[in-house]
């Protein structure tokens, strides 16, 4: 087998294995798709959001793809 295709699959599970860890156990208290006051959040909870946003941050290094694609999308109040 090719080494760089062992690489790829190696990359492809170890970031699809991450993203699963990060939505069932980081963020399994966020509500999918719904807005919440992130000045009204645990200590905890708001520790996990930093854990996810610094996993994304080592994994997708272009800010702007980061927030295209983060977890958590944040929203202005003015939109």
Same mark, same amino acid.
């Given at each position: 087998?090719? =080494? *760089?295709?062992? #690489?790829?699959q190696n990359i492809q599970r170890s970031l699809h *294995?991450? #993203?699963?860890?990060? &939505? !069932?156990?980081?963020?399994?208290?966020?509500?999918?798709?719904?807005d919440f006051n992130p000045d009204d959040i645990t200590?905890?909870?708001?520790? &996990?959001?930093?854990?996810?946003?610094?996993?994304?941050?080592?994994?997708?290094?272009?800010?702007?793809?980061? =927030? *295209?694609?983060?977890?958590?999308?944040? &929203?202005? *109040? !003015?939109?």
């Amino acid at each position: 087998m090719n =080494k *760089e295709l062992i #690489y790829r699959q190696n990359i492809q599970r170890s970031l699809h *294995e991450l #993203y699963e860890h990060m &939505t !069932d156990n980081l963020l399994g208290w966020l509500p999918e798709n719904a807005d919440f006051n992130p000045d009204d959040i645990t200590r905890a909870q708001a520790e &996990t959001i930093r854990a996810v946003e610094a996993i994304e941050a080592e994994w997708i290094l272009d800010e702007d793809d980061r =927030k *295209e694609n983060s977890l958590i999308q944040w &929203t202005d *109040e !003015d939109d």
